[in-house]
Each structure stands twice: as C-alpha cells, then as structure tokens.
C-alpha cells in the first residue's frame, strides 16, 4: 500500500497525555452493538481522539477498519477504494470474499454496489468501520452508496461515523429501526472531572472555580480546552525560565486573567491560541510549522525539503509527544498529520506572516512528490504555486496515463483550475485542457486544443518538444477512435510511437503509452480488416497493460483478440480471453465501462454460435450497456449486425431487417471500414437468403473469385454464395465455390466448417453418399473442438437426417452430435406449443412500442423515435408487461414473438 493511503487508513497514536473518558467509552461499547454509531461535535470536540482512545481502552466487537477522509474522497473511485482497502487490512475477509478483489470503478453502478453488498454480509466475524471525518462527503454519488450500505445492513457491521455535521444519509430510518446510537456535542462536552484531569497533566495547578469558569467559557470544547493548557503551560515555563517566583495568590490571578479571556466565536479563540502557541516556540520551530502545514501528510523526508532542515523526524516527533495537534499513525513514527483545525489555521498565519514563503514551499513540495511517482499530488503544489512552468512539465511528462486510472477525478479538478491564460502559452498545459476535454467527451475541445498545444512547441520538433507531440498524438489518436475514424487511428499511434521512440528513458511513462497506442492501433487495424496485424498490437498492449496494471486497456485489448478470435472460428480462445476481461469488469465492478463493450460482444456471438441463446442475449445486452459510455461507431455496428443476426436466429425477419437497414447510422450514412462492410454484407446476404431470394446474394458476391480478393477476407461470403447456389437448384456450382476453403489447416474453422456441411448437402443430391457422409465427417472434426453448433442447426431438416445416418454408419463425435439433434428437437417442440393467447389486448400506442424492444434503444431514444415523453413510453412498457405477464423488456421479446406479435 503506498505510504501517503496508508496515513489515511490507519487511526492515530494516542498522545501521552490522556484524559481517559469511561463514560463515553461505555457510551460506544453500547452503540457498536447496533448496526450504526455516530459521533457529531463540532471542530475540535475531541470526537477522532475518543474513538481512537476506544479501541484500544474499550471493547469494540471485533477487528477495526479506519478511514481518515478528506475532499478527495468525493471522488467515489477513491472514496469506495480507500474504504475497502481499510476492509481489507483488518484480516477480516476471507480469500473467496468478493470484497477480495473488488476494485471501484470511475462511476460505481448497480453491479458493484451489489458485490459490495455480497461481500459484506459474508464477513463471517463482527467489524467495525469507523468512518472520521465524514462531513468532509458532499458529492451525491459517494452519500448514495453509502445510504445504499445503510439500508442494506450486513448484521457484521458497524458503522462508526464521525462527523461535524449530520451527514445526508437515512439515519431516522435507522432511529425507527433502533439500529442507531449517537454520542452527540453535548456528550463529547469535557466535565469538570475530566477538565481537571486534562489541565493536572500539564502541570497547572487551577482552582475548580477556575476550570468551571473555562468550562463556561468554552462550553466545554476539547480543543479549547487543550490549547489553554498548552497556552497556560507555555506562560508557566516562561515565567521560571525568567528565574521568576510568583506567588501561589499571583500565579492564581494570572490564570483567571488566562480564564477571563477564552471568550467569543470559536474562530476568535483559536486564533488566540494559535498565536499564543506559535509565539512560544523557537522561530525556527514555529517556521517548521509554518512550512509543513501546507501539505497534507508529512513525513521526515517531506519535512527536510521544505523546510531545509536535517532534523524532520526529531520534529514532528516532539510536535507529537507535546499535543501540538501533530498526530502520528502507524507503529514506526514515518508518517504525520495536523490535525485539520491546527494545519488550517497554520497555513493562514503563513499567508499572513510570510505570503512570499508560500510559493517555494509549495514548489518543494511538488519536486518532492514527482520525484517518488506522485505526479497528481505534485500538480496540485505546482498550482497553488502558481508556478506554470513546473505545471506544463508535469503534465507534459506524467499526466496522460492518469486520465485511465484511479486518480482521473482529482486530476481533471486540477486541470479545471489552469488558467485560460496559461493554456494559450504553454504547451503542456494546453495539453492538459485537451486530456480535460477527452474526460468530458467534448469531441472539439480536444482536437482543438490538442491542435493548439502542438502548435506551442519549437517547430523543428526536437526531443524537448518530443513528449508533448507523443500526447498530442495520442489526444488524436482518442478523437479518432470515438469518431469511428480507423485509418487515423493508426496513423496517429504510429506517429506518437515514433515520437515515443526519440524520448529519453525516465522522462515520461513509456511504457503506459506504448500499452495505450498498441491497443488502439489494434483496436483500429481490426476494424479496417487486417486481422494478423491487429493480433500482434492487441497482443503487446494487453501484455504491457497487464504488466503494469492498466486495467481499463488491458480489457480493451483482450475483448478485441476475443473478437478476432471469433472471427476466426476459434470459439474457446475467444471465450478464455472475453471471459478474463469479463472477469476483471465484474470484480472491479466495471461492466459499464465501454473497455469491456468488445469483450461481451465477443462472448454474446460465441454463444450464438454454440446455440445457446439465452446467455448470448444477455451478453449482448451487457456489451449494449457498456457500449453507451462513449458510443463508438464500430462497436455500435458490430452491436447492430449481432441483434440482426440473433433475431433472424428467432425468426423475426422484419427485425432483423430493421436493425440491418440502420447498421449504417454511426457512420452517418457514409462508407464503412473493410471488416465491418463485410459483416453487414453477410447479415444481409442471410436476410436474403432466408426470405427466398437467392438470386439477390447470387449478384452481391459475383466477382468473389476475380484476381487480388483475398481468401480471408471472402471465407464467409463465398459460403453465402453458395448456399445460394444450392438454393437455386445447382448443387455443383454450390460445391465449386466452397473448393477454395477446403484445404488442410484451415486458419477459419466456422466458414470451413459450414463449407463442408455445402458439400455434404451437394452431394446429397447428386445422390453421392459416400461422399455426403465423408464432407459430413470432416465439418464434424472442425466443429466439435469448438463445440460449434449453429451451422448444424441452421442448414436445415435434410442435414439433421444426414446426421443420423452418420451416426449409424460413423458414429464419431456422438456427445456433439447428440447434442445437436436434442437442441432441434427441442426447438420443434417450443414450436408446436400453442402460446396461451392474452387475456387484453394490446392498444395500438402499445404496439408501437413493442415493435422497437426488440432493439438496443434506449427508453429515451425509443421516445425521442415515437415522438413521445420518457414517462409515457414507460407507461406503455408497464401496462405491456403487465398484459404479456413478463418481467423484463427481454422476456416481452420472447412472449411477444410466441404470440406472432413480433
């Protein structure tokens, strides 16, 4: 874990001077029986250091999981990872828990809250989940899932939420419930008892007037009440430094002075004490201070460079064994933090005593943190420096990669805080106001300012200017992708992987790039039909991206080798590589990111083609979910032709047609890339050939066999080309057209496999037995490996009693075969079922909407194609669903088909 989360998850060490609480301590040990616990005061009640001080002096119920949270967690990313990874550390979850592997996504979704939820109710021990901080979470998404957790309680865990301020969550549901306890202002407020014991350990010697006058004063505050025993405790030791005696009477009227002044807002009294505690320090310990108050976590190394001095540890050390708000975490004394109060007051009394300092430390503190492979906290400093020049080198070198990880949110709200001014004269920066456009999916923003950050840099393109062109390249090479522009998507990588070749190692994350523009240009190369060339660059991204744990181009580059894998009949490879980028979407949580949209739709057609329609269905679903993140054209074709080729499977012609007619739309009409033409080419071809018209597929693949078509690339249409022969009574034709796919090693086993089953079909009737029964044997030993059944099926009733007469004069392959002839059976039997017929009929507005389920729009596109609100078509759907007696809009399809509605 890195060692600035590991400040965050860990609770601090308790200080050396306690004031032990046994009421309040009670007080959680009897709320930590219930489901949820909250600790509410305002800043400084002493709530952290109560529940911290609990863990160690009460009885919690089981291991406990600590998260320190701050702005940054409004990112629901960090916030959900920093929340598990506390889980984690307790020891408390199981090896085959969900919770094991489960990784956030950018925009957690309902999948992922529902592993979350899984994982948690299988903790087989109670554990506590102490949540500090907590009105530091303002953003909507973040307080949704957390109300998610609350209304779906695991009976393992408890809640313990520390908070200024009562948090928008569903606690008076969980007051009804008797599920929540509270430890409110009122009860964190010091007791006399406890305030004597707190100002005895610092040596003062106060009447008990004068602390119930402190009391009264500061209504009993916890950090009130610590800074006037610091500030009592500095004017004691000032005063015998002096060689200074005062009177018992004296020393008693000087602390009631003390007393009388701890008045008015809280803000007032801190600044007070602030000034009090700054001013009796040493100033080359008050600038210590100062200095490293304006970073958020510290340590000794820290500490040195930016404040110069050698001695950081021996520092923050006695900082914390004197109560200076300096809280230490973990057993080895390497990290620190200020409390939020202390570090905020610090940094406004650095702006006030020296404004010039603030920039140079700032400046430090980002060269430290680039330097340790902390580029996104670097920026941050860099910005409140104001220092741009810094800035644009650490975008220009290290930000790319970010835009794809677990740090996007935090970067791009650093990138919004980049002054217009600075991107129009630096070309790094600029960049970085192109990678904010890439988030945002504003397609001309980023091309714009990619554009206006290549023309920033020396036009002689030397290698300083090297870094910043390879992240213009690859803003490029993004634009071209989610326009569904192949060609330049390949040149664009390979121009940024030139430029890539000229850096110097170290200055920028090669090895992030290369994994990112090899997968694109795989992406790309597949698109546009070079297939062999696809695989080697999908290839290397996925081994590079695997390596260094860039999971969103890792699942990119697997669901596309799973689609060339289909493409090439290799059903099990292209199973095993969707199924690893599957698997990495569902335990991260990730199944609507659109990385793994090809990865589905890989598995939806090896599916299909092994006959099992239901699970193929639902992975084209799953790839339609996915694919709506960022709509890329191809992938929205491929997603097109696959619903074409299912419902024809189904025997809805009409539907088929209709989502074949607008294969075209991504595309806006115009001509698509080479693999794509020849998938559609082929649906349509199959439209044909169902509905009787074989001449028509006879005239589209007429010249399959003039000089320069490659094989490859014809495999399927010369197999449509065929059945058209056969269709039209010329067996010889139909086999003379397969010859050139049947040749030994054949590198496309589904064509080849369906080019047999042509032949054995021919020479069926030309009344060639033996031959029928050989062509039959070799379609059986390519298909079988692949368990390839959707060719057998779909050929027609002849083939099925060929089959049976292979079975008794061969045999071979008899589980395969088996197989088949149960799923045509079955299929006959669902077919001579009578669907019982609807008790109401349905309204024509609601068979209008019925006649667009069976396509991939959305309620809000099926309204926006009807010409109606988004309520009404849900209307509709809710009254359709209800006179059909389904569920889901999938099951409405299949009864609405059964019915002969569809």
Not at 20 to 40: A, F
Not at 677 to 689: G, H, K, T
Not at 852 to 869: C, F, G, K, R, V
Request: charged share 25%; net charge negative; proline share 6%.
């Amino acid at each position: 874990m890195e060692p600035l989360i590991v400040t965050r998850l860990t609770p601090p060490r308790l200080p050396q001077r306690l004031v032990r609480r046994p009421r309040l301590l009670e007080l959680l040990n009897r709320g930590t029986q219930r489901s949820v616990t909250i600790v509410s005061g305002g800043a400084g009640a002493g709530k952290t250091l109560l529940v911290a001080s609990w863990l160690g002096a009460g009885r919690p119920p089981g291991p406990v999981a600590w998260v320190s949270l701050d702005e940054d967690d409004n990112d629901p990313s960090r916030f959900w990872s920093h929340l598990l990874a506390s889980l984690r550390s307790t020891g408390a979850v199981a090896p085959d828990n969900p919770l094991t592997d489960l990784i956030p996504p950018e925009r957690p979704a309902g999948s992922f809250y529902v592993r979350l939820l899984g994982g948690l109710a299988q903790l087989a021990e109670p554990v506590v989940i102490v949540l500090d901080d907590l009105h530091r979470l303002s953003d909507p998404s973040v307080l949704r899932g957390l109300a998610a957790v609350l209304r779906h309680p695991s009976p393992a865990v408890r809640l313990v939420l520390v908070t200024r301020v009562d948090p928008q969550l569903p606690l008076q549901r969980l007051r009804l419930a008797e599920q929540l306890s509270e430890i409110r202002g009122s009860d964190l407020a010091f007791t006399s008892g406890e305030a004597e014991d707190l100002f005895q350990q610092s040596g003062l010697d106060m009447t008990s007037a004068q602390v119930s006058r402190l009391l009264e004063h500061t209504e009993g505050w916890a950090a009130g009440l610590r800074l006037a025993a610091m500030s009592f405790e500095t004017r004691a030791f000032d005063s015998r430094a002096s060689g200074g005696s005062p009177s018992p009477a004296d020393h008693s009227a000087d602390i009631s002075d003390l007393v009388d002044q701890f008045t008015g807002e809280d803000k007032t009294i801190v600044d007070y004490l602030l000034d009090e505690v700054l001013s009796g320090m040493r100033a080359a310990d008050r600038e210590f201070l100062l200095k490293t108050s304006l970073v958020d976590e510290i340590c000794a190394d820290l500490a040195n460079a930016i404040t110069g001095r050698p001695d950081g540890q021996q520092m923050l050390e006695t900082l914390e064994r004197s109560n200076a708000f300096v809280v230490g975490v973990g057993m080895h004394r390497v990290w620190y933090r200020y409390h939020h109060l202390f570090r905020e007051a610090l940094r406004h009394e650095l702006l006030l005593r020296a404004p010039t300092v603030v920039p140079a430390t700032h400046r430090a503190a980002a060269a430290w943190l680039s330097e340790r492979g902390e580029p996104v906290k670097a920026l941050r400093h860099a910005i409140e420096a104001q220092d741009w020049e810094l800035a644009d080198t650490l975008i220009a070198r290290s930000a790319l990669p970010h835009i794809l990880g677990p740090d996007r949110e935090t970067l791009c709200g650093l990138l919004e805080r980049l002054p217009e001014a600075q991107i129009h004269t630096h070309a790094g920066i600029c960049l970085g106001a192109a990678i904010l456009s890439f988030h945002l999916r504003d397609r001309a923003a980023m091309t714009g300012r990619a554009a206006q950050a290549a023309r920033l840099v020396t036009a002689d393109e030397g290698d300083d200017s090297a870094p910043i062109l390879t992240g213009v390249r690859l803003v490029e090479m993004a634009a071209a992708r989610i326009r569904g522009d192949a060609r330049a998507v390949i040149d664009a990588a390979t121009s940024a992987e030139k430029l890539l070749a000229r850096i110097p190692p170290g200055v920028v994350p090669a090895a992030a790039y290369q994994a990112v523009l090899s997968g694109n240009r795989g992406t790309a190369l597949l698109w546009s039909g070079n297939l062999y060339e696809a695989e080697q660059d999908l290839t290397a991204g996925m081994r590079m991206a695997a390596a260094i744990q860039l999971d969103l181009p890792h699942m990119n580059a697997l669901g596309h080798l799973a689609l060339i894998a289909v493409a090439r009949g290799r059903l099990e490879t292209a199973a095993e590589l969707g199924g690893a980028a599957a698997d990495i979407a569902e335990k991260r949580g990730w199944s609507s990111e659109t990385q793994v949209a090809a990865a589905y739709l890989a598995l939806a057609l090896c599916h299909f083609e092994w006959g099992d329609m239901t699970r193929a269905q639902a992975y084209l679903d799953r790839a339609a979910v996915a694919h709506r993140a960022d709509m890329e054209p191809p992938v929205a074709v491929g997603l097109r032709v696959a619903l074409a080729r299912f419902q024809l499977a189904a025997g809805d012609v009409a539907a088929a047609r209709a989502a074949i007619a607008d294969v075209r739309s991504p595309y806006r009409g115009g001509e698509l890339p080479a693999f794509l033409a020849r998938l559609v080419a082929v649906e349509e071809a199959d439209i044909d050939l169902r509905t009787g018209r074989p001449e028509q597929v006879q005239g589209r693949f007429a010249r399959l066999d003039a000089a320069g078509i490659d094989l490859m690339a014809t495999d399927r249409e010369r197999v449509r080309l065929a059945r058209a022969h056969l269709a039209l009574g010329r067996p010889n034709e139909a086999a003379e057209t397969v010859e050139p796919l049947l040749g030994d090693g054949a590198a496309n086993p589904a064509p080849t496999v369906e080019a047999w089953l042509i032949v054995a079909l021919a020479a069926d009737r030309l009344r060639e037995d033996a031959r029928a029964i050989d062509a039959l044997s070799r379609a059986l030993d390519l298909a079988a490996p692949e368990t390839l059944r959707r060719p057998f099926l779909t050929a027609g009733a002849r083939l099925l009693e060929l089959l049976d007469r292979h079975a008794s004069l061969v045999g071979s392959h008899r589980l395969f075969v088996e197989g088949i002839t149960n799923e045509a059976a079955d299929r006959a039997a669902r077919e001579r079922i009578a669907p019982t017929p609807l008790g109401e009929p349905l309204t024509d507005r609601e068979a209008a909407v019925l006649r667009y389920l069976p396509t991939l729009l959305t309620n809000a596109e099926l309204a926006e194609q009807m010409y109606i609100s988004v309520n009404t078509v849900k209307a509709h759907l809710k009254s359709l669903y209800r006179k059909l007696d389904v569920p889901s809009r999938r099951e409405a399809v299949h009864r609405a088909r059964d019915l002969g509605l569809l």
